[in-house]
């Protein structure tokens, strides 16, 4: 950001647009003091009802995806015109462009989310109404009922209760969760089953477990935890994060590394260091960081799956 730009942080070094809401023409309120702008909104609360909607970097939706957001999540709108609403999604403060006519201003407290890769929403509590409603992990509903098997949304759709928990149910080990994905499809910007990439991968899959985490890899390499020696990248355990530029993976052993990755074009399985040759192979860096979690080491992950 240029200083002469109408739009500037007081400080030399600019806030990070990705995760701050504030454009030329008007910033977020919160920032009131940190950035120059004609205008401050405080922005209204919305929440996202289609299935997930794609992110995008600039209004026009031509613009790079740079992350997806789901249903039920709430997001903070601080413009909204014909071609699209530009807002910061309340989960991960990531910022963007969303169609408008996915937010509704109905902001029920959820109650539970859904804990399958994806499912379905149906108009009646029975498995053969035609054109269910597609749902995904983490998507937060507004339970008001059951109907034998089926639980009643606000919205009078019903999803059956065996994919669903209640919000403070979360899982003993990310790992388990990330590992879920395996094969699922590479997207860049991805948070679902349909497709993800590798930042969105590590996101869900803390998020499932009750855990914090920022949307992107380098973010994601200031979360808690103990940064390893990368002199020999040796005794690494299950549930350590290693970082490449731009890239992110899970390792689920000593020896075994989980990943989405535009290689395979899904999520995989690999052994740590052949990828760690392959990769400074095709010129695309060496390992930056590797970050163990807090109380996440393998003595003290569960090897069980996430609730269902």
């Known amino acids: 950001m240029n200083s002469n730009s109408s739009t500037e942080r007081s400080s030399s070094k600019p806030l990070d647009p990705r995760i701050n809401a504030y454009r030329s023409d008007r910033a977020s309120a919160s920032l009131r003091g940190q950035v120059k702008a004609p205008s401050f909104i405080e922005g209204r609360l919305a929440r996202i009802t289609a299935a997930k909607v794609p992110l995008h970097k600039g209004h026009d939706y031509d613009s790079p995806v740079v992350s997806e957001i789901i249903y039920g999540d709430d997001v903070t709108v601080y413009d909204e015109a014909a071609n699209g609403a530009w807002v910061q999604n309340n989960r991960d403060g990531y910022v963007g462009y969303v169609p408008s006519g996915c937010l509704s201003p109905d902001m029920a407290q959820p109650t539970h989310k859904i804990t399958a890769l994806s499912t379905f929403a149906y108009g009646r509590p029975d498995l053969k109404t035609p054109l269910p409603y597609k749902l995904y992990m983490n998507s937060r509903l507004h339970v008001v009922g059951r109907d034998g098997d089926y639980m009643r949304l606000k919205d009078g759709r019903f999803v059956h209760q065996r994919h669903v928990a209640e919000l403070q149910e979360v899982a003993d080990d990310f790992v388990?969760?990330?590992?879920?994905?395996?094969?699922?499809?590479?997207?860049?910007?991805?948070?679902?089953?349909?497709?993800?990439?590798?930042?969105?991968?590590?996101?869900?899959?803390?998020e499932?477990?009750?855990?914090?985490?920022?949307?992107?890899?380098?973010?994601?390499?200031?979360?808690?935890?103990?940064?390893?020696?990368?002199?020999?990248?040796?005794?690494?355990?299950?549930?350590?994060?290693?970082?490449?530029?731009?890239?992110?993976?899970?390792?689920?052993?000593?020896t075994m590394m989980l990943h989405a990755n535009a290689r395979d074009m899904a999520v995989s399985v690999e052994p740590f260091f052949a990828a760690v040759t392959r990769i400074a192979s095709r010129g695309d860096g060496d390992v930056v960081a590797i970050l163990r979690p807090p109380a996440l080491s393998a003595g003290d992950l569960a090897a069980g799956d996430p609730p269902e």
């Open 208 to 254: 499932f477990s009750g855990l914090a985490c920022p949307r992107d890899s380098d973010m994601q390499q200031s979360l808690p935890g103990r940064a390893l020696d990368l002199g020999s990248m040796e005794g690494m355990q299950r549930g350590d994060l290693v970082f490449w530029p731009g890239h992110v993976a899970i390792m689920v052993d000593d």
């Open 176 to 206: 388990s969760v990330a590992e879920r994905y395996v094969e699922v499809p590479y997207l860049w910007g991805g948070r679902t089953c349909d497709g993800i990439d590798c930042s969105g991968l590590v996101q869900i899959a803390f």
